[in-house]
């Protein structure tokens, strides 16, 4: 076999490696392995071969061949030549060689070899093109052999063999010898040979694998001179088990059952079965019967031993059946053995034989009375009912010796047939006859015929017999009266020793007890075949054959014959007979004779008394010779007294008795051979059962010849076997029945041999093989009659089997027998049950335990015979053995949640039971259900259960797990929770008591698919609306509502989306329905585009479609419309037909937690109201009608939208003081600026029909709105009474339409109910933005903050963060409040800045509530530009200036222009739109302008499509000043309400201490008495105070962060004070004077303290003591005491000054906002853990305190330059830090 070498680039075939070869001689780097095929190559357009290659060479000598080169190019060619490295290779051009296109050249290369070795070199050609070369190789011969690289076997099974084979050539020039090696499953044939150059050799491969697998070895071939060389073949074979199966009809434990039916003896019945191969390889198989128990007939019979089956194929294999004995049950297993199977198949074959059933017509046939010399004939049917042929012959004399002969004695008689015979009387003599004619059956019991007749003469009438005198006669029979003559029986029936009773038979007189023993008992009636044997055979044998100690039994007959038979097979001769009178009375005797027949009898006729014997003489006289002769001679004997019927009565009649003698004989002569007979036995064997008791079995001999043959059976060969009749004739063509009689004894040999001697010479003989043994009963159990029981559950119970089989000849019945203890724990089944002869059945054995303990348990096997039930049984006795233990089953999860499922769907999982105990355990489960569903009476929770299991009881073996199957199928929007509990099963299957255990819960959520909407965003001309405004612009809430509702019954009529409807206003099935108001705006404008954000909030995916009418309508062909539409369907058929509205995408698919963007857009194109009716269909779920309802305005039209025409207000409770500010919003949807005003007329008429109280106010009934913005319309609602309050108040706009609005507000007692908060819900809208529009970059951590409930003059924060997501742009971004009073009330830090990309900003957000309760909804705006466009927009304006500078002075005229230019510098000028003159031009209108400063300029501020045409009609290129950038707008929704102080106090006592209340911003009514007029002068405006304020805390706050002012204050803490004689204190005022001077401001409480004012007093104090003593100790003291009591007044007193309260607080959130910061860009961290520093004394902190806050900030600084890049907070982040558990950096 080739290896693989590496590959030469210029030619895939020649490798750089070669076989090994130890003449080799390296002379280059390149390699070669042996000869290729010469190939031309074509080079960078030069075709040449790849390689040179020199054989049959010899050293010494010069070899020469050329190299053709050939061009191919287009172009001439110029080519270097590189002659070879080594010397062995040359050639005389090594200069340039010059190729035109399509010329050759030749290039000669010599060889000079000096050793016998290969060589290899090569040249090279350069050409302009690249570098090539050409091999030179000198090869010498060696031995080489190509074989293939793998070859592949076919498939077969284990223990099987497969094979093929291969080809391989000897590809070298010289002859080479070659030995297989491969290891086993693998044969090579042959293994060894030799090969001629170029020869081919076939190998057979074969597979022989002994088991299922992937086969792969490698097949190593040794060639050479001495097996130098190798290589090698990859051999791979599959092996599979093979998988025979056997198919039938039947199926019974175990096995397969072929039956075969009911049969009839001696028939063949073929069946078919059929043998599956169901592997995918071939396998082969053997069938072969079981052992069968010894001497029994073998009945079937299969032709097919073996054989082979392809895979996937079915072989039909025939079985016959023969059956031998009559009514026997069949039975015998077939055994499917196939190599390499795991398991062997068995076939049960089965039948039952069956004989015919024939009668007939009459059991008496009655010739009457008859004259003497006459003869009469009567007809009989012979009846076969049955469908198998029934062979008959009547055992009655075929010639004349018999007064009653029959024309057809013997014949075969179809099935279902009958036949009609022809019996003829012809009496010889003058008395009644009576013969009891006997029908042989052949594998039947005989059939008996009556024949009764009576002939009278002149002289002789003897009693007339009737059949009645028959039935009377078998009664005395039976009665032991038919041995006493009639005469005497009536003499005693005269003495009333017998009676007769209702039938007319004698019968005995009642017998005293005490003669009862002495009485005789009756017979027993015989049966047919007891009845012909007694007949036909002598007294001894009666007497041998029967006990006579059994009384019942018959005696010996009334009359007997002794011989019965005489035979005269040695020529003429003369015998005698016999004949015995048993009876009480004397008898007369007369033969039946005939004058023709070879056989005469003397005398004819006798008398003979009782108990006397008497002898008749037969001779046997032949007429001729070499004739067989055989008769049956009669004599009928009778009582002498019914001579004459005057002598007996009538009813004491008694029959005749018929003796038959049967003779046979021949008339050959000495020395002369007999007739060779043509005689066919049914069958030769005679088997009978194996029990010892008297049985009985009949063949068939049938003459086929056409010569009678004698036959003889020697009585004497066999005694044990009697056989009946032991000789006679059969004629030509006819049959005789041998009947059989024996009784099996053990003592039998296994064969007896019965002689049966035809035609009287012992050269014609056959020998009869009778089977009559006795057997002992036996039957086996498989595994040795052990049973060992798995461990069983305590109350549960385990099931074994067990395969019983009948060893024996004879069907076996049986019965297990258990003792009392084991019989409460063991049953098997069926406990009784027949077997027939090797029939073995499975037995079902159950091992209930009671208790835990191991049972040792023997239970018997009784069986017996079934024809004799009453013999001896014999025993088996078995040991049974079983482990009983408690089991107890868990669930491998105790809780499964199976999540939402939706509602009529069926969900499926599977409960994992787990059995830990040592035992298999029966179980039963039960299911509980439980649903929980708030909105349901308690009653409506009973449903029915939707949990369906499957293996609801079964059993799980010990350590196992069983899987099961549930499924359940919500019926409704609920929770559904089911317990699985389990019974333990007890043997009989019920449920051992106890309660049930818990195995586990299933929880389940019923739901319906829904979805939320998550987020809200505009574009296009709403863009400037906030979040709140459009999250109620849409009623989003509603929306949200009707989500999670459940869909009522007829919103799921379509469970899909639907085609159902044929108008153009399809069917609604839904009752919920809502507005999508897309609000108004100008012909013209950007499209109104809402982006909504639905998610699936559940765990079941949602299929969502947004359907338009015409999605829901059936489209009808052309000729079905009606063309007849209304106004509205006109209407909606032009908004479907211009797309005005439009939905992307119309559907789509969520799957749980996964959200989509929907785009809403409205185009305005149309001027008026446009509404179209959308139907959001949930897939199995809910159906809103979405009512989509857009405006567009005329654009020189003045008009306010309203988003709806009722506004409720907040609900306000009745008895306050300062109700809270509301907001009403106007929006101006034209292009015009407009004025409105609020007529309160309705206002006055309220507030009279209250009693004159303000019920509902308006703060600024009149304003302005710019076009696209929204007026703030402040109201207050103040309710007198716990009801609703409605008013219609009309708005008037100037130089517009006017329209109403009704306003309603609720007013309640807040002591029945808590005020209404901002916290509770009622503000859905949410904080995050989860839509991103298209081109934003930066993003708000959150765009609605709520502050909740807050007290009036309190100031709230919060922390924003402003992130650029960008990886490339940086941004500008600026703040910008919409309104004045925003502007008053919220502030945000910083206002502007930068954002480079990725870089997050930290906004703080404050909210300064004003003194009076109010809501409030603020919108803020974040304008952001890319700084690229700013400064691409600077440059553009740049050069346009200068380019507008340049046309100042420049102008370029062209006669061809000349008028168009004119025209342009016109425009240009007069800032005019030039007007088309030729055609109408459709002009669209610009979007609202969304700034005042835009505003000014009207509709004509931006330039015009007509403007920007200009430069195209002109066709030069006209400059327009750039635009600035179009700043993107971020929306940011703040939201509180503020209640005043008491209210708050009182609703929110635990809040109250969370916020700082600002006492200079409170309302002046509540500023009555704290003075604060003394600080700041009470008539400066609000605006001064608050500069005042500003200035005052950002100088202080300056000063405390100054390190120079912080130095001095250390440094002049310290300073000695000089000592001025000049300055003396003053003296010491009186503390009363003191507090005087004091500013009554001071009493207000102020928790923390300021700037201590105690250092001029200690001063002052330290200089006074310092210059003068006091005069006493007391004075010293009590001035001390005076002057601290006035410092701690005075600091009490600046404690409680606002401004300083004001002060401390913004320091305190100063600082915390400034460590916020610092932790947001890394300089802080806030999780470091505290750290205990050892600080030095006071004293040197003191004299270091300035050094150490220098080094500090020399330290800051450099931790400034060394600060580490912070990671961003994401655009999504919370406002509440994020602080990590990391510890920083040692």
Known sequence: MLTDNPVNPLNPGIPFGGAHNPHRKRVSSLRSRGLQKRTQNCFFGVETCAELVWEDWEPGLEYTKSLFLRSVHGKLQKITVRPPESKFFNTPYSQTILLSPGTSFSLPVTFQPLEKCEYVDTIEFQGKEGTFQVSLRAVIPHHDLKVPDTVILPPCAARHSSQTSFLFRNSSKLQTRFRWYVDPPFQLSPETGQLKPGEECRVTVEFKPQQAAVCQAEACCAFGDDGESSCTVLLRGLSKYPRLQISSMGQEEGCKVLEFGSVAVGDTHEKHFEIYNLSTVSAKFSLSWLRRPPLMESVFSCEVHEGKIAP????KVPVCFSPLTEDLISVDYLCLTCPGAVSEDLLKVSGTSIGPIVSLSTSVLDFGCIEEGTEVTHNIQIINSSAVLAHYQFDVDTGSHSVFSLDKPCGSLPGSSKLTLHVK??????????????????????LFLDLIGTCHSEQLKPAILKPRHLSVYRLNLLRGLTCYPPDLLSSLLEKQRLKRDDSGALQMQEIPAEDTCNSTPPFNPRSPLEEYFHVNSAPEAETELYNTSNSTRFPVPHVTVQPPELLFYDGPASKSVSITNHTKGKICLMWSSEAESPFSISPLSCELGPLKTTAFRVTYSPNQQNIFHAAQLECFTFYKVLRDQRNVEDQNLCPPWCLTVRVSGHSFQPGKEHFTPNISLQHPQVVFPGLNQLAYRSILLKNTGDLPVIFRLDPEECPSVCVLPSSGLVPPGSHQILTFRCTPSPDHSSSIPLTLQLNATPNHAQVLNVVAVAEKLSMSVEEGGSLFFQPTAVGSCSERTLRVKNLSRVPVEFKWRLCGSDRRVLTVLPNTDILQPNESKVQKWSFAPKEEMMYNMKPSLTFWPVQTPQCKKSRLTIEAVGLASKGSLQAEHPVIDLGEVLVESCKSFEVPLLNDSPCAVSYSLTTQQSVTDTGLLEDMTQDPLVLEMENVKGTIPADCRLPIRCSVRPARRAHYCWTISYHILNASGSAVEGEPQSICHVQAEGVYPTMEVMDVRSCGNVEGLSKIQLWRLFNLDTLNTYLRRDPSPSELTFRVPTRHSFRQRPSIFTSAMMDFSFRAAPLGSDPTSILLLFKNPGSIPVEWSFLFPEDQQIELEYWAETGDFSPSELHLMKIQEHRLFSISPRSGKLQPGQQKTVQFTYRHEFVGTDRLPVLLKISCGREILLNFTGITVERDRRYIHLSSNRHIFAPMAIGGFSPPKQVYELYNAGTLPLRYHFDTTPLEELMEENFNHPILQCINPGGEIEPGHTALVEWIFSPLEAKTYSVDIPIHVVEGDSMFVTFEGQGFDERESEPIQVQDGCITVPCTQRIPVPGQVVFLSEDRVCFGDIPVCSRSTRILFLTNVSY??????KWNVTSTECQQTVTICPMS?????????????????????AFYQQDLLCEITLVNMLAQYHKDLRQWEEETERQKYEFTLTEKDLLQTKQLDTCTQEGAVPKQKTGKRKYKTLPPIRSSDHAVGGPSARPSRAEQRVPQQTGQERRR???????????????????TLMEYQTHFPSQFNTHYINRSTQPKHSQSGTGEGCHLPANLPPLTDDIITHVLNSLLQSLLDEPQFQQSLVEGDTEQVLYFTQLR??????????????????????????????????????NCSTAERPRSECDQKSLKELLEETKLKVQESIRRFPEFCDLLEGILLNTLQNLMMEAFLGELVLTTRPRIIALPPSSSRKNSLGSNRQSSAESNKGKELLRPLVTSPSPYMSTQAKVSNLEPEQ
């Open 1521 to 1539: 000043r750039p635009e600035p950038p179009c700043p993107t707008l971020l929306h940011l929704g703040v939201t509180a309400r503020s209640h």
């Open 312 to 315: 996937h194929s079915v072989l």
């Open 1393 to 1413: 800045g930068r954002l480079a990309p990725g870089e997050s900003v930290l906004c703080i957000l404050t909210i300064q509530a004003s003194g009076s309760p």
């Open 1368 to 1373: 490339t742009d940086q941004v500008l971004y």
């Open 1625 to 1662: 204190p003053a003296p010491a005022p009186a503390l009363p004077a003191l507090l005087q001077t004091l500013p009554a401001g001071f009493q207000d409480p102020v928790e923390m303290s300021g700037v201590s004012i105690a250092t001029p007093a200690k001063t002052y104090t330290r």
């Open 425 to 446: 009387f012809r009496p010889q003599n003058h008395i009644a006859y009576h013969k009891t004619m006997i029908c042989l059956l052949l594998h039947r019991e005989p």
